[in-house]
């Protein structure tokens, strides 16, 4: 169970965060008080909750690196009807009110493997309906004609830290060289546009529509590609880690949904 600062920031940042969203609060003020829950665990390790995703990342000296809050060892009782984790010597859910049944007999969800109170009906971290399986026990499998057998269900996050600026300058200037390329063969193997080379000198408007100006031009379309594309690509890579470094860690949920194969 997380150390009991750290759920009382929690709570004042859900508290915060509704001001925020209400209008009741500015960006500044909300940014400004988010700084004050800031929090110094016992290994000298400075702790903040990120105003866009809610989560806990602590600072390694060079970063911010997102990952759980410390533990105080208390087991919290989990909430049988909503899932609320409580104190361990909660009689009542704190969120909903339900009688809270204190128990050291767990059973394993056959889906995601964690461990969880025998008396609740769905597992509380991926949605599993549970049927009261003994802890450690493995569900048996069947097989045969018309019995269809059952995949678990895949899922995570990954967050977006940063990008890198080389590779995406290496991306976009690849990128940028092939379409510079084709652009300057056609511009320069045929008339169709005139325009584009009337600000050129006169030995490249001489060239234009024949078999070197096709080579020509392809060849400085490359350059002039790799050039503008890899910049682009460059300070597209500056804008996403400022975005990031501004605003938090953009996350990605991955889930593989379940399979049903019928087995003939």
């Not at 300057?184 to 030995?203: N, Y």
Request: proline content about 5%; hydrophobic content about 40%.
């Amino acid at each position: 169970m997380p150390d009991r600062r750290f759920r009382a920031v929690e709570a004042s940042f859900s508290q915060l965060s509704k001001q925020f969203k209400r209008g009741d609060i500015s960006r500044d003020q909300y940014a400004e008080a988010l700084k004050k829950l800031r929090l110094v665990d016992g290994e000298g390790r400075c702790w903040m909750i990120g105003a866009q995703t809610g989560r806990w990342y602590y600072y390694d000296g060079q970063q911010w690196i997102q990952s759980e809050p410390p533990e105080d060892g208390v087991e919290a009782v989990l909430c049988p009807v909503c899932y609320h984790q409580n104190e361990p010597e909660a009689k009542n859910c704190e969120s909903c009110g339900a009688a809270l049944v204190k128990t050291s007999t767990k059973i394993v969800c056959v889906v995601c493997g964690n461990l969880i109170d025998h008396n609740l009906k769905t597992c509380p971290f991926c949605g599993a309906g549970l049927c009261g399986q003994p802890e450690g026990s493995v569900p048996e499998q069947k097989t045969g004609t018309g019995i269809s057998e059952s995949k678990p269900a895949e899922s995570g996050s990954i967050y977006l830290r940063s990008v890198d600026q080389v590779s995406f300058l290496l991306f976009f200037g690849g990128l940028g060289i092939f379409l510079g390329v084709l652009f300057g063969l056609v511009l320069g193997s045929t008339e169709f546009f005139p325009g584009l080379v009337s600000a050129l000198p006169v030995f490249l408007k001489e060239m234009q529509g024949k078999l070197m100006g096709g080579l020509v031009f392809s060849f400085l379309g490359g350059i002039f590609g790799f050039v503008l594309a890899a910049a682009s690509g460059f300070f597209l890579a500056l804008l996403v880690n400022a975005t990031i470094y501004f605003f938090g860690e953009p996350g990605f949920r991955l889930e593989r949904s379940r399979r049903r194969i019928s087995l003939k």
